[in-house]
């Protein structure tokens, strides 16, 4: 439980970041990153498996770059339901999730916190 949330508070820092970042992304303060990375965790266990198969054949056609569109739209939908984190266009919303990645995926390398 401690591994998972120390991973949510990593990506709370890296939604802070995106925040600071990018116009289109507001976040409030940590606490709403917080929430918003505990919801984020839960969408992408249970959500994105289901859309990512109901989007399998334009996933195919595109070459897997539908996969950016599907992470925008959990994006988006986090954003609806947390207050304190606001995304004010959709090409926002995907590029929000591109540099949440990135710097998810640095400070999770740099932190020691992924599973090996």
Not at 24 to 36: L, Q
């Amino acid at each position: 439980m401690s591994k998972f949330l120390v991973r949510c508070f990593v990506f709370a820092l890296a939604l802070m970041a995106t925040s600071y970042l990018l116009g289109s992304v507001e976040v409030t303060g940590f606490v709403a990153a917080f929430i918003a990375a505990i919801i984020f965790a839960g969408f992408n266990t249970i959500i994105k498996p289901i859309l990512f198969i109901l989007s399998l054949p334009i996933t195919i056609l595109t070459f897997g770059l539908f996969t950016l569109v599907l992470n925008g739209i959990i994006f988006s939908m986090v954003a609806g339901l947390v207050p304190g984190f606001e995304v004010y266009s959709f090409s926002g919303a995907i590029f929000g999730a591109i540099i949440v990645s990135i710097i998810n995926m640095i400070l999770s390398n740099f932190l020691d916190v992924n599973d090996k």
